[in-house]
């Protein structure tokens, strides 16, 4: 007769879930991929005014192998995705994206055959931060909502459980269907 037998099922596994989510979220280290005006930005978040380093973001990695986020700032280009999808392939698992301007969201002003227009054909995206270009405070409010995103994930089997589920409710979303003042469809 042990411990275990007198607490509730899943209460130790429960905290261990939000010790390592904790851990995993203050400990984020960012590969900066700056390719355009947004990049400029997305240093001054680093400066003194912003302090990128009190959510532990100061070490900015050299080599994709020591990052586990990837902030994507600016548009890229046909010739970056494959260096991009390079990049982010080489990153340590579990790793997140954070597309950052409009630009690398959807293309931007640039809808043209050489820029790709979303960096999510590339690479999965976590958070889209939009603006043109975003402002430090809109980028530390995206990682904030990312170390949240972080500290609720599940880990093990809970987290293929986890994935199953909201692939299943985002597959039974109905379509939008328009109604008239009346009621009737249109």
Not at 81 to 105: E, F, H, N, T
Not at 143 to 168: A, F
């Amino acid at each position: 007769m042990g411990l275990e037998e007198k607490l509730p099922s899943g209460v130790l596994l429960t905290s261990v879930e939000k010790l390592a989510g904790w851990a995993r979220a203050r400990s984020v280290w960012p590969a900066t991929f700056g390719l355009a005006c947004c990049a400029i930005e997305l240093f001054q978040t680093g400066g003194p005014k912003h302090d990128l380093a009190r959510f532990g973001m100061e070490r900015a990695s050299n080599t994709p192998r020591q990052a586990d986020l990837m902030i994507v700032a600016g548009r890229v280009s046909q010739k970056m995705a494959p260096v991009l999808r390079q990049i982010y392939d080489q990153m340590s698992d579990p790793k997140w994206v954070i597309s950052m301007g409009v630009c690398a969201s959807s293309g931007g002003m640039f809808n043209n055959y050489a820029i790709v227009q979303g960096v999510d054909h590339i690479v999965p995206v976590d958070i889209y931060l939009p603006g043109c270009p975003p402002r430090p405070e809109m980028l530390l409010d995206s990682i904030v909502k990312l170390h949240d995103k972080i500290m609720n994930m599940k880990l093990g089997k809970n987290r293929d459980r986890q994935i199953t589920e909201l692939e299943n409710a985002r597959l039974g979303l109905a379509p939008l269907r328009l109604t008239a003042p009346g009621g009737s469809q249109l």
